[in-house]
């Protein structure tokens, strides 16, 4: 190829709009515009079940909102996957929801978590959780997706959905791979803070908001007793999903917020960005109000198991 050559920068362009890369990059800025801290594109880390490197498209923190209470620092994370998936519609099958700490089991760690390697050990988060109000108790989510499926907006002619090795059948699942990165990102995530922990003040919570930011349609599909089905086009589902933590010999629960919207609208991301504000504003005023007995019980625990270390 002669270095005369010059690829043609129209189809490029074309190519470049139909991933998530330009999305990915719009929401980053957004969350620096919102005051998010150490906004990071493709953060990198370990797929510890497949022993590959993946990459999470954002991952934001912020503490401004949260600043050290006591003996007590609450961190929080919010992690992201941006897609853009053209041709195809998502569809969210949901079901009656009741929220429960145990729903986000695989979203939170604590001191005695990390210190016990531990992680079935969720005795302080519970306390926190139950007396604060977050985002995923909202009226909004009396109905949660508990599975899903990506439908052609024009399929192929002679498209059988129930037929394998069809052509169109293996293009690349985007709904599946942000959900797998999300959860498999804060796994490794936790983990690493579960084996650097060394017990030193101040004590600390870590809370993490998974989140996928999709431009392109979306539908709640409710499924009546006979089995038809309603479809409803929606801007923000909440996604039920669960995974293994090798620190944990349960599931983990894990809810998953999906934002999107047709073409993306700032206002979309920010009242999503204004819900996990309130949560944190929420988390902020339970441990500030109980502080001093949420130190001391992780103060008393860490002693305790101290004490049994030195007798072994």
């Not at 108790?137 to 002619?157: G, M, Q, S, W």
């Not at 930011?213 to 539908?219: L, R």
Request: glycine share 4%; with cysteine; aromatic share 10%.
């Amino acid at each position: 190829m002669s270095d005369s050559y010059e690829p043609d920068k129209q189809d490029l362009k074309m190519q470049i709009e139909k991933s998530g890369k330009p999305l990915e990059i719009v929401v980053s800025s957004l969350l620096d515009k919102y005051k998010w801290k150490s906004v990071t594109n493709t953060d990198t880390f370990v797929d510890r079940e497949e022993g590959k490197l993946r990459d999470i498209d954002i991952c934001a923190s912020r503490d401004d909102l949260l600043p050290r209470i006591g003996n007590l620092q609450l961190e929080t994370y919010l992690t992201l996957e941006c897609k853009n998936d053209p041709g195809m519609a998502w569809i969210f099958f949901t079901r009656p929801f009741k929220f429960n700490v145990v729903d986000i089991a695989g979203q939170y760690i604590d001191e005695i978590q990390m210190a016990t390697r531990n992680t079935e050990n969720v005795e302080i988060m519970e306390m926190i959780l139950k007396k604060s109000q977050l985002h995923y108790e909202n009226d909004a989510f009396k109905n949660v997706a508990v599975t899903y499926d990506r439908v052609f907006l024009h399929p192929p002619k002679n498209y059988d959905p129930q037929r394998e090795n069809q052509r169109g059948k293996k293009r690349k699942n985007h709904l599946l791979e942000a959900i797998s990165q999300l959860k498999k990102y804060i796994d490794w995530a936790m983990d690493q803070e579960v084996r650097k922990r060394s017990q030193v003040l101040p004590y600390t919570i870590e809370m993490y908001f998974p989140c996928i930011v999709f431009q392109g349609y979306m539908y709640e599909a409710t499924v009546k007793e006979n089995g038809g089905v309603e479809l409803e086009r929606r801007n923000h589902i909440l996604l039920r999903t669960l995974y293994r933590s090798p620190y944990s010999v349960y599931e983990k629960g894990i809810l998953v917020d999906v934002i999107c919207d047709s073409p993306f609208s700032e206002k979309r991301f920010s009242d999503y960005n204004e819900l996990v504000c309130r949560d944190m504003e929420s988390l902020k005023e339970v441990l500030t109000q109980h502080s001093d007995e949420i130190g001391h019980r992780i103060t008393d625990t860490l002693e305790l198991i101290e004490s049994t270390r030195r007798r072994e």
